[in-house]
């Protein structure tokens, strides 16, 4: 019981930081502390007992702390120690969302990731206040940091968990220019949301492709990476360019394709009719301009 008091003190003195004056102060309560347990031993107190009084004995340890600057001296080390950690913390979660091309997801795992940081923040900064307790080391405070961010990225992929593959959506008709039987740019002349019947679908040609060109333009928009936005989905609105690419015969069901910056598309027989079906997808607008001008000079 003896050690187990002494081991007690030194965990609510902690670290001395080399100070000869809080060394002392250590070996004083030690010493006081284990005179007084001797003592109440002596007049009859079970070990228990007298452990408990030998430390209440000695008071509010803190305010001897504090009176030798011991707690100031706390405050300054881990505060240097912290500061570089959340900045250091900080660029996992930068990096991660700039690599995320949609905007709304990207400031939705800023969100998250920078109310991870502030939460470790505020945790760090609390245990720079605590005294007469033993404090966590900095290993410590890092490791849980960590896994808190890790474990707040994957939950930011379970929420949005499709994004990745979200991001990397591609039309592809490379492969197809057998059964093309014509590929043209036209500009859409109303708003366009799900669906709607081809016989429905309002647009003026803005120019025929050559043939001699098909290939180089469908590799172009192979090339287009498109992702799914979060909150309401986009539509085709009016005035927008597309690229509609007709199949003779129809390929897989699909009697036409419809290329835009915005919700592509594709022509399915529906009995005698066509309907036309608009996925909810977009790409940059400037990916998807440095395609269709080159083609309108």
Request: aromatic share 8%.
């Amino acid at each position: 019981m003896r050690e187990a008091l002494e081991k007690e003190i030194n965990r609510k003195v902690g670290r001395t930081y080399g100070s000869a004056e809080i060394k002392q102060l250590r070996n004083e309560l030690v010493s006081g502390a284990l005179e007084r347990y001797d003592d109440e031993l002596a007049s009859g107190a079970l070990p228990e007992a007298a452990y408990s009084t030998a430390l209440d004995s000695l008071g509010d340890i803190s305010e001897l702390l504090k009176s030798c600057g011991v707690d100031e001296k706390r405050k300054r080390r881990r505060l240097a120690l912290a500061i570089p950690l959340l900045l250091l913390l900080l660029v996992p979660v930068i990096a991660c969302a700039a690599l995320i091309e949609n905007s709304t997801a990207m400031i939705f795992f800023l969100i998250i990731g920078l109310i991870a940081v502030g939460l470790t923040a505020y945790g760090v900064l609390s245990l720079i206040t605590r005294s007469g307790k033993k404090p966590l080391s900095i290993v410590s405070i890092a490791i849980g940091s960590t896994i808190c961010s890790t474990l707040a990225y994957f939950a930011l992929m379970i929420i949005f968990g499709t994004i990745v593959e979200q991001d990397d959506k591609r039309f592809d008709y490379t492969g197809d220019i057998d059964t093309i039987s014509s590929i043209s740019i036209i500009r859409v002349s109303g708003d366009y949301y799900s669906s709607t019947m081809e016989d429905d679908f309002k647009y003026t040609v803005v120019k025929d492709i050559d043939r001699e060109e098909w290939a180089k333009l469908l590799s172009e928009i192979a090339e287009l990476k498109f992702y799914l936005p979060f909150g309401d989905p986009p539509s085709v609105n009016a005035d927008e360019l597309m690229v509609m690419i007709r199949f003779s015969p129809s390929k897989d069901g699909m009697t036409c394709a419809l290329i835009g910056q915005k919700c592509p598309g594709y022509g399915e027989r529906v009995d005698s009719r066509v309907r036309l079906y608009f996925h909810s997808y977009l790409c940059k607008a400037t990916d998807w301009d440095s395609v269709i001008k080159k083609y309108l000079d």
